[in-house]
T-cell receptor, first 115, second 113 residues
Framework: DAEITQSPRHKITETGRQVTLACHQTWNHNNMFWYRQDLGHGLRLIHY???????NKGEVSDGYSVSRSNTEDLPLTLESAASSQTSVYFC??????????????FGPGTRLLVL | AQTVTQSQPEMSVQEAETVTLSCTYD???????LFWYKQPPSRQMILVIR??????QNATENRFSVNFQKAAKSFSLKISDSQLGDTAMYFC??????????FGTGTSLTVIP
């Protein structure tokens, strides 16, 4: 079955280190998204991509970067991890080819702790 | 900018009863989509129901239905015959024509046996 996966599921790192979170989907979806979830804020959009080589900044993009070299993957990189980036990170994807394919499907999440 | 407001941080309901979760949103767009997602303790985000703004008919999915009031910018979720497995965080989400999602802060629902 097609799916969306994230790795690692749990990560502990130190401030200042570079961290990359992986997201992989097998639906051949055009659109991919990264969110962070924090108490009291719901999910907030970090970056998103509408296709290969396309990336866009979301609401809370500072300190994060993404690249889209193929359809299946959208890795999220924290350039220099900060304690404020301790959060749960969700990747999502959607078909992007028109209604009714706009629903976003989420990965299982990655818990990141920055010490 | 779009905003989504869920004014009920926590709610509880007796098993087999009906509960309604509220959601309001603010947008200047006329064409958009609305969603309810469920997040159980496993943290997985699960789609519950979706509504296209151009459709007047309220969406239903088994025990889940919505009351979509476009003029009032309101999108409530009704869960009928509540089950213990419905215990979760519920997020209302708005999607604009640019495929960007905006989420509310969530409502924690507890189903009491």
């Amino acid at each position: 079955d097609a799916e969306i996966t994230q790795s690692p599921r749990h990560k502990i790192t130190e401030t200042g280190r570079q961290v990359t979170l992986a997201c992989h989907q097998t639906w051949n979806h055009n659109n991919m998204f990264w969110y962070r979830q924090d108490l009291g804020h719901g999910l907030r959009l970090i970056h998103y991509s509408y296709g290969v080589q396309d990336t866009n900044k979301g609401e809370v993009s500072d300190g994060y970067s993404v690249s889209r070299s193929n359809t299946e993957d959208l890795p999220l990189t924290l350039e220099s991890a900060a304690s404020s980036q301790t959060s749960v990170y969700f990747c999502a994807s959607s078909d992007g080819r028109g209604d009714p394919q706009e629903t976003q499907y989420f990965g299982p999440g990655t818990r990141l702790l920055v010490l | 900018a779009q905003t989504v407001t869920q004014s009920q941080p926590e709610m509880s309901v007796q098993e087999a009863e009906t509960v309604t979760l509220s959601c309001t949103y603010d947008t200047s767009e006329s064409n958009y989509y609305l969603f309810w997602y469920k997040q159980p303790p496993s943290r997985q985000m699960i789609l519950v129901i979706r509504q296209e703004a151009y459709k007047q008919q309220n969406a239903t999915e088994n025990r889940f239905s919505v009351n979509f009031q476009k003029a009032a910018k309101s999108f409530s979720l009704k869960i009928s015959d509540s089950q213990l497995g419905d215990t979760a965080m519920y997020f209302c989400a708005f999607m604009n024509t640019g495929n960007q999602f905006y989420f509310g802060t969530g409502t924690s629902l507890t189903v009491i046996p």
